[in-house]
């Protein structure tokens, strides 16, 4: 019987009890969230229908799981698989189909995954001739489940469906967390796992480690014998067919006899007559393959092979455990954790502590967990000391230590007490106990205890003091341990008391001030910190850890760049295991954008300590930093957040998660990125994370903006401002202020945004930090250029490009001159706006920055529109148009679509205009700002033939910039159409008259077009004459614009009426017009000549340019 026949008879056996829903199809082409593109349908299952579709974004083929409309429904099993889906993601193994991310576009909720170009199990009727291809497929099944078993992960669902296989044969198993999503013992809920899942499951949803490997040995049942173990008509025979447990493996081939035991015990109805686990299943197979078969003889070169690979395998998947492994003599290094001393006076405790982590910092090989990290642990997980030996085994394996040294006192008379060292040694599971020393213990005085305790730790483990590059200060003053024990648990007041003791004491202590130099720094007081590290450096001995490390703060304050790298470095270098210093280096990486050598330094981190609380967070930044968004969350945001879960780090939790949001936002998948801001929110609430609030409130107003949902937006903002005043963080003031000052011009509120980009300013004028002057300089400019004050722009604009050159910050330089382009345009320097806009064109190109190259190109192909190049520059910025519209940019679709509209309008292509208007209408209704609404409903009018009614054109000017344009725009287009129904425009060119055109020059010539045509009709020649002079000045300005035709035009006819030959002004007419056809396709020619025949002469355009 092939496995299709199984697959049949189960579901007809139990067809009665299975949930049908309706699945959403999708057709090939279809495109999701405009990245995912549906080639074809692969499957349908339980969950949904599976499809193989392509990346745009990530150019690459993936799989794609459409859930079903009554799974979809369910929001809080959707909820639980978000959550589990953070936890899947780590999961990264040759033989794990991995789960990329859950997404909810319009009515369809569905999962990315890996593509595998194969088929499932039960697709494939795959069966078994040889010992070997079992051995091969049954290997490959349990290195999957040891790794998942390593990960705490259980798979609850595997069956034929949920296993792939490869064209080269390779195993994959799929659907991970799935399970999730169909509740847990109902009976309509656990359909479709029946055959495969163990009695206790079926009736008590009970799920333990050996629920997968029961699953697995039915598959095998079923591939090597034909048939399933246990069936029934109903789930209650199936229950009870597994319960009484009569099924014998009866294999279809004697080759495979010799797995029926394995199975048989696989499939037992007792749990504990089952193997306890993955890892033990693992063990007992490549056990019972190494035994040579009894009735083979012919192949034991080929078993000796399967045995090498198994046990390769075995190693393998064993040395891959992160943190079971024993510990070996020949060990590169050891590491080892110190546990606080129980003593009532705390202080002491952590004092004692920080002198042993101290001496043994002079050990060779040996990593020491810094103090502070596990102070920060305990406290996390809310453990406190003593500690039973669960406790120590996880605090071993969360600090990834093979050692615990537990300094213990207890009495030895009225007054005295001793000291016991002792040390916790973890090896796979077990934790070893061995007391190296008892001591009297005099808390004056301890010191001595704790150099004779080291000796013997060192001796123990066959270590020696090395002779380093750089050597631990002389044995410093016990005080200066429970200093830093403040400092580490960032109890800074009593740091502070304490050191300032010490130091009147002890003025010429090198470590004393170095420590000072550090809270001073901690507390972000640099100036008097400099003083301190001056102080360390003048006192500390040569080549000592404090001499270096204070020479690598004072270099790095002083902005000396390499200097300080090298002292970092020369620290890390005599330091290798210290995973602190480390961490310092990655931080100045980070500060000197060297974002790959920062990287790679961290994975060292991880590598030494792989739950450590900030490396996992810093790599992300790290590769987030260099472009690499997906590695970002795949790779490392993903563990920074499974670790914060572990240790119970609530901070790091909310970190991970608005990390998340920001790097699905940079992607373009706003949905995921609300929801990761929103989850982020909560947990920062919850914990009083007042900075972490203020960051999310932050991220997630700038989502809203996107939206245009302007309310949310400024309530989130409102609220950040809230908890930076409570902070009293002035950087993060200004950056609320400017970015209210965004959401109001968003919505072309100029006036308000000027005034809060003001506030901003301010503020960083008194932090004195440059780059934000120079953004805030760079927006206020903006605002007076739309608020049409040309002085104050170009003043705001000059200062901030001197700044942004001051710290060579070439991304705001472009911005700068990207705003001055704009402004020569708008003044009809056209040739000097073509150089700044082509200019920033390149620059963007160098630094593969998209917006700004956008930007530079729309500009570009707007010049190349007034000048008459229609074809070039309609089809660029067509091309950007597309760009915004699938990024769903409101912003740039509106700008670009709303050019795109007024060029077909000029052109005469009413019908193309209107396309554009019912594109972009629906999102400019729902999320653009007043701008475009009112610049959409201009067109719109004009389309519609709909006239501008002398109250309309009554309005006062505008005083910003976009409903000035509106204003002559509408007037413009009114005259026209007047002339063209032969009426008197005197009342359209009087207020144009009193309009102000030094910002819209372009617009200023077709005002002096329209007042040359009524000079030359009512026969004002001396003031006909001055118009067309001033007409040439501003065009030769220009350089040239497309209009200009119209102006040669009346030179003809003003020819003719003075009994003047006009050939060769008509020859230059028809060079004129034939080079604008020449432009335009061939079907737009005669409605573009009969659009700008839109007043009468004795003449015809269509005659001047010799078209028929």
Request: aromatic share 12%; hydrophobic share 40%.
């Amino acid at each position: 019987m092939s496995n299709n026949d199984v697959s049949k008879n189960s579901s007809d056996e139990l067809h009665e009890t299975q949930v049908i829903s309706s699945p959403t199809y999708l057709k090939p082409g279809e495109c999701l969230l405009g990245r995912f593109e549906i080639e074809a349908m692969c499957g349908q299952g339980q969950y949904g229908c599976v499809y193989r579709a392509y990346d745009k974004q990530l150019d690459t083929h993936i799989a794609i799981k459409v859930l079903n409309q009554s799974i979809s429904q369910q929001s809080d099993a959707i909820a639980k698989f978000k959550q589990e889906l953070l936890h899947l993601r780590q999961l990264s193994h040759p033989t794990i189909l991995r789960v990329h991310e859950y997404y909810h576009w319009q009515n369809l909720h569905f999962i990315t995954m890996d593509w595998i170009d194969g088929q499932s199990l039960e697709e494939a009727s795959l069966t078994f001739q040889s010992r070997e291809e079992l051995i091969t497929f049954v290997s490959q099944l349990l290195e999957a489940l040891v790794f998942v078993e390593q990960a705490n992960v259980v798979h609850r669902d595997i069956k034929p469906a949920n296993i792939m296989l490869d064209k080269k044969g390779r195993l994959y198993i799929s659907d991970f967390g799935l399970s999730v999503l169909g509740g847990s013992a109902d009976v309509g809920d656990i359909v479709g796992t029946v055959h495969y899942a163990p009695p206790e499951y079926l009736q008590f949803g009970a799920v333990n480690s050996t629920t997968d490997l029961y699953a697995v040995g039915v598959v095998l049942y079923q591939l090597c014998c034909g048939e399933l173990p246990f069936t029934g008509q109903s789930l209650d025979e199936v229950l009870t067919a597994k319960q009484l447990n009569k099924a014998k493996c009866r294999v279809k081939h004697k080759q495979l006899a010799f797995i029926a035991p394995f199975i048989n015990k696989l499939i037992h109805s007792q749990v504990n007559a089952r193997f306890k686990n993955a890892t033990e299943a693992q063990t007992a197979f490549l056990k019972q393959i190494k035994e040579k078969p009894h009735n083979i003889k012919k192949h034991s070169m080929l078993m000796a092979v399967v045995v090498v690979i198994g046990l390769f395998i075995m190693a393998a998947v064993f040395l891959s455990m992160p943190h079971d492994t024993p510990q070996q003599p020949e060990k590169e290094y050891y590491a080892v954790a110190v546990l606080p001393l129980q003593s009532s006076d705390d202080s002491v405790a952590q004092g004692l502590a920080e002198y042993i982590n101290y001496q043994l910092h002079e050990l060779g090989h040996l990593r020491v967990v810094e103090q502070g990290r596990l102070s920060q642990l305990l406290s996390q997980l809310g453990i406190t000391m003593p500690l039973d030996e669960q406790k120590l085994a996880l605090v071993a394996d969360l600090l990834n230590v093979s050692y615990l040294i537990a300094p213990q006192l207890y009495p030895s008379g009225s007054e005295q007490h001793d000291i016991k060292f002792n040390v916790y040694q973890l090896e796979g599971h077990t934790l070893q106990q061995n007391t190296l020393l008892t001591s009297d213990f005099n808390q004056a005085n301890w010191q001595q205890s704790v150099s004779s305790f080291t000796e013997r730790f060192s001796q123990q483990l066959q270590l020696s003091t090395e002779v380093k590059a750089l050597q631990v200060d002389p044995q410093p003053a016990g005080e200066l341990f429970i200093v830093k024990s403040f400092l580490q648990k960032g109890e800074f007041e009593k740091a502070q008391t304490s050191l300032s003791q010490f130091l009147t004491k002890h003025p010429n202590s090198g470590l004393g001030w170095l420590l000072q130099g550090e809270l001073l720094l901690a507390t972000q007081q640099f100036f008097d910190a400099e003083n301190a590290y001056n102080q360390a450096l003048k006192f500390a001995e040569d080549k000592t850890y404090t001499a270096k490390f204070a020479s690598a703060r004072l270099n790095d304050l002083a902005g000396k760049a390499e200097q300080a790298q090298a002292d970092y470095a020369a620290l890390v270098k005599a330091f290798p295991y210290d995973v602190e210093l480390k961490i310092a280096l990655a931080e100045f990486y980070f500060l000197t954008e060297q974002h790959q050598k920062m990287e790679t330094l961290l994975l060292e981190v991880v590598n030494l300590d792989p739950y450590h609380p900030d490396a996992w967070f810093m790599l992300g930044r790290a590769a987030f930093l260099q472009g690499q968004y997906q590695k970002a969350v795949d790779e490392y945001f993903v563990k920074a957040l499974v670790t914060a879960k572990k240790s119970k780090n609530a901070y790091q939790e909310g970190e991970a998660l608005n990390a998340f949001g920001v790097v699905y936002n940079q992607l373009g998948e706003i949905d995921l990125a609300f929801d990761y801001y929103r989850q982020a929110l909560a947990i920062r609430e919850n914990i009083d994370d007042i900075a972490g609030m203020a960051t999310t409130m932050g991220n997630l107003s700038s989502l809203h903006l996107a939206k245009a949902q302007y309310t949310e937006a400024e309530r989130y903002l409102q609220q950040s401002i809230s908890l930076y005043e409570q902070l009293g963080d002035q950087e993060g003031l200004s950056h609320t202020f400017n970015e209210l000052g965004v959401l109001e011009e968003e919505q072309a509120l100029y006036q308000k945004a000027l005034e809060y980009y003001q506030q901003g300013l301010d503020i960083r004028m008194t932090l004195g930090n440059q780059m934000l002057q120079a953004e805030s300089m760079n927006n206020i400019g903006f605002m007076y250029f739309m608020l049409l004050n040309k002085k104050h722009a170009l003043v705001y604009w000059r200062q901030a490009e001197q700044l942004y050159q001051g710290i060579q910050y070439p991304l705001g330089i472009i911005h700068v001159r990207q705003n001055l382009g704009q402004i020569e345009l708008a003044q009809g320097n056209w040739r000097n706006a073509y150089h700044l806009f082509n200019n920033t064109l390149a620059d963007a190109k160098q630094l593969n920055s998209t917006f700004e190259q956008w930007v530079s190109r729309s500009y570009l192909s707007k010049l190349t529109f007034l000048q008459g190049n229609f074809a070039n520059s309609i089809t660029e910025l067509s091309a950007i148009y597309e760009q915004a519209k699938s990024l769903q940019d409101i912003r740039a679709m509106s700008e670009f679509g709303l050019w795109l509209v007024d060029w077909s309008y000029q052109l005469g292509d009413i019908t193309g205009a209107a396309s554009t208007i019912a594109s972009l209408k629906q999102d400019i209704a729902d999320k653009g700002n007043r701008e475009y609404f009112s610049r959409l409903a201009f067109y719109s009018e004009l389309i519609t033939g709909e006239m501008i009614t002398q109250q309309q054109m009554s309005e006062p000017m505008s005083k910003d910039y976009s409903q000035g344009a509106i204003y002559i725009a509408k007037l413009i287009y009114a005259a026209r159409e007047a002339l063209r129904q032969q009426q008197d425009i005197s009342a359209h060119l009087a207020a144009l008259g009193n309009v102000d055109f030094t910002l819209y020059q372009y617009a200023y010539l077709e005002y002096l077009e329209l007042l040359a045509v009524q000079q030359f009709m009512q026969q004002q020649w001396p003031d006909f004459q001055a118009t067309l002079k001033q007409a040439d000045i501003l065009l030769r300005k220009m350089g040239g614009y497309w209009r200009s035709f119209q102006f040669d035009r009346l030179r003809v006819q003003f020819a003719y009426h003075n009994e003047q030959a006009p050939s060769s002004l008509k020859a230059k007419l028809n060079s004129e017009l034939n080079t604008l056809l020449a432009n335009l396709p061939k079907d737009r020619k005669a409605e573009f000549l009969n659009y700008q025949s839109y007043f009468q002469l004795d003449d015809s355009l269509q005659d001047l340019a010799g078209y028929e």
